[in-house]
């Protein structure tokens, strides 16, 4: 019931900037929190980012100073801005949500399909 689309990856020399999208569309009540994560090439998926509601966020150690997470909660969407970026950044950025879709069920988390950001050396 939550459809979400990434945009604005792409190829960057180290120490660029990037700023990823993420709008949500579909039938629900409400989007709580949203996050981004990434999965570099043969490694597990990590938070990278998080926004509540309210505005509060969370960075993993290796991205906090360099990046920035933020939403516009009417338009229901959410955006990474990337600075001083290095090689290791590169990986495929996904974007999450949790959805309220009925006030009988707790939100459920809803992933979007990824975008690839790739960073040179």
């Known amino acids: 019931q939550v459809r979400l689309v990434e945009s604005g990856g792409g190829l960057v020399q180290s120490g660029g900037s990037l700023t990823l999208s993420c709008a949500a569309s579909g039938r629900f009540i409400r989007i709580n929190a949203m996050d981004w994560y990434r999965q570099a090439p043969g490694k597990g998926r990590e938070p990278v980012a998080t926004i509540t509601t309210g505005g509060s966020t969370n960075y993993a150690d290796s991205v906090k100073g360099r990046f920035t997470i933020s939403r516009d909660s009417a338009k229901n969407m959410v955006y990474l801005q990337m600075n001083s970026l290095k090689p290791e950044d590169t990986a495929i950025y996904y974007c999450?949500?949790?959805?309220?879709?009925?006030?009988?069920?707790?939100?459920?988390?809803?992933w979007g399909q990824g975008t690839q950001v790739t960073v040179s050396s």
């Open positions: 999450k949500a949790a959805g309220l879709t009925t006030w009988y069920h707790p939100p459920d988390d809803y």
